[in-house]
């Protein structure tokens, strides 16, 4: 599916204003545009989008960054959101990341929620020391440090053994 025109409105006018750089081409605007997005023009934009997207149908990695931009700009709405997304896409890394960060980043944090959206990550990417770094990170929030220490050994070990490479004949 083709991205909504609020989307593609929003980009073009934020990416436009970039100059070219040396290659002629305009660079990409870092994610999140805090002055840009939180415009009340931008967030019409963006919540326009959100009411329009269709869960089902739309790719998982859009409706993550839609929920991390939205998650700068109403944190509530883009927990909500998110939680859509994920019952559409419950096997999405990304959607599962974002709905983690923002729980992370609520005030307070909510760690336990956080738990359960890390948990799912690390199922789905097992292969990433990052992904068990964190998980150990979110266990150190919730005094849990036999298991913090685990994911941080799990990490450790994916950093000291050399790469698995799979060549297909």
Not at 44 to 66: M, T
Not at 94 to 118: D, G, M
Request: glycine share 4%; charged share 20%; net charge positive.
């Amino acid at each position: 599916s083709s991205l909504p025109s609020p989307f593609q409105s929003l980009t073009s006018r934020a990416c436009g204003s970039f100059p070219p750089g040396r290659n002629g081409l305009r660079a990409k605007p870092p994610l999140p545009l805090p002055s840009r997005t939180r415009s009340p023009f931008a967030v019409f934009q963006i919540a326009n989008l959100v009411d329009s997207l269709k869960l089902d149908s739309e790719p998982p990695i859009l409706l993550a960054l839609v929920g991390e931009i939205l998650g700068d700009l109403k944190p509530a709405r883009a927990v909500d959101f998110l939680r859509r997304a994920q019952k559409s896409h419950p096997d999405d890394f990304w959607i599962n990341h974002c709905l983690a960060l923002e729980f992370t980043k609520a005030k307070p944090p909510n760690w336990t929620e956080a738990l359960r959206f890390r948990t799912a990550t690390a199922a789905l990417m097992p292969g990433s020391p990052l992904v068990h770094e964190l998980l150990a990170r979110t266990y150190d929030h919730l005094n849990r440090p036999e298991e913090a220490n685990h994911e941080r050994a799990i990490a450790k070990a994916m950093l000291s053994s050399p790469p698995r490479h799979s060549v297909d004949s």
